[in-house]
């Protein structure tokens, strides 16, 4: 069982900036694909986006292509999500995920999830 645990959400003002952790229990949360996950209130659950356990191959939602920037560090059991240039519409709770498969944006296939922390952005 993969436990994680996020850290770093909280309140920025448009334009800014907010770099979120998330933290694994074990280390075979290194060779899965490591995700993050967003649901603002009322909607759904939004791929943000992914990496691969190599580290060498992130993927991203459009909505955040070019300002989100996931990385990871296998040595510390850790992923982060670097969130520039923010946007109220960024408004929601983010969840770190963990999935066999490497590729999908499809959060029902990812299996380990963090109880999320809430990112709020203000105009």
């Known amino acids: 069982q993969v436990q994680l645990v996020e850290s770093g959400g909280g309140l920025v003002q448009a334009g800014g900036s907010l770099r979120l952790s998330c933290a694994a229990s074990?280390?075979?949360?290194?060779?899965?694909?490591n995700g993050w996950v967003r649901q603002a209130p009322g909607k759904g659950r939004e791929f943000v986006g992914a990496?691969?356990?190599?580290?060498?191959?992130?993927y991203y939602a459009n909505s955040v292509k070019g300002r989100f920037t996931i990385s990871r560090d296998n040595a510390k059991n850790t992923v982060c999500l670097q969130m520039n240039t923010l946007k109220p519409e960024d408004t929601a709770v983010y969840y770190c995920?963990?999935?066999?498969?490497?590729?999908?944006?499809?959060?029902?296939?990812?299996?380990?999830w963090g109880q999320g922390t809430q990112v709020t952005v203000s105009s």
């Open positions: 074990t280390s075979t949360f290194n060779s899965l694909t």
């Open positions: 990496i691969g356990w190599s580290g060498g191959s992130a």
């Open positions: 995920a963990a999935a066999m498969m490497y590729g999908t944006s499809r959060p029902g296939d990812y299996a380990y």
